[in-house]
C-alpha cells in the first residue's frame, strides 16, 4: 500500500505560480510511476504530467507543457508540480497518483488514470483572472 498526501493548492491571480507536493509514505518503492491529475467541476479528470523511473522521464499533457514542470526527491519520497504562467483554466482539483511498478511507460499510459493504483485527497488550485 501506498499512501499519497498532496498540498501546496491555493487561490494565485492569472500569471502565477504555485508549487504542488505529493509526500508518498508505505511501500513507496513499488512506485516506478506518478502523476499529477487534476478535475475542474463538470469535467473529466485529465491527466496533467507524470515522471516514470529513476531517470525520470517526464510526460505532459498539451495543456500544461512549457508552464508546469514535475520532479522527484527519491530521498524524500516526493513529486513536485511546479506550475507557473497560471490561468483561470486551471483551477480544478489536482491529485497525485501512484502506479505499481511498470516495466515500461508511454505518455498515453503515463496521463491515464487507468494506469494508476493509489491515489491521494486532492489539493485545489484556484486561479482568478
Known amino acids: 500500500q501506498v499512501q499519497l498526501v498532496e498540498s501546496g493548492g491555493g487561490s494565485v491571480q492569472a500569471g502565477g505560480s504555485l508549487r504542488l507536493s505529493c509526500a508518498a509514505s508505505g511501500d513507496t518503492y513499488s512506485s516506478n510511476c506518478m502523476g499529477w491529475f487534476r478535475q475542474a467541476p463538470g469535467k473529466e479528470r485529465e491527466g496533467v504530467a507524470a515522471i516514470y523511473g529513476s531517470s525520470g522521464v517526464t510526460y505532459y499533457a498539451d495543456s500544461v507543457k512549457g508552464r508546469f514542470t514535475i520532479s522527484q526527491d527519491r530521498a524524500k519520497n516526493t513529486v513536485y508540480l511546479q506550475m507557473s504562467s497560471l490561468k483561470p483554466e486551471d483551477t480544478a482539483m489536482y491529485y497525485c497518483?501512484?502506479?505499481?511498478?511498470?516495466?515500461?511507460?508511454?505518455?498515453?499510459?503515463?496521463?491515464?488514470?487507468?494506469?494508476?493504483?493509489?491515489w491521494g485527497q486532492g489539493t485545489q488550485v484556484t486561479v482568478s483572472s
Open positions: 497518483a501512484a502506479n505499481r511498478r511498470s516495466s515500461s511507460m508511454t505518455i498515453i499510459r503515463a496521463l491515464s488514470g487507468l494506469t494508476y493504483d493509489y
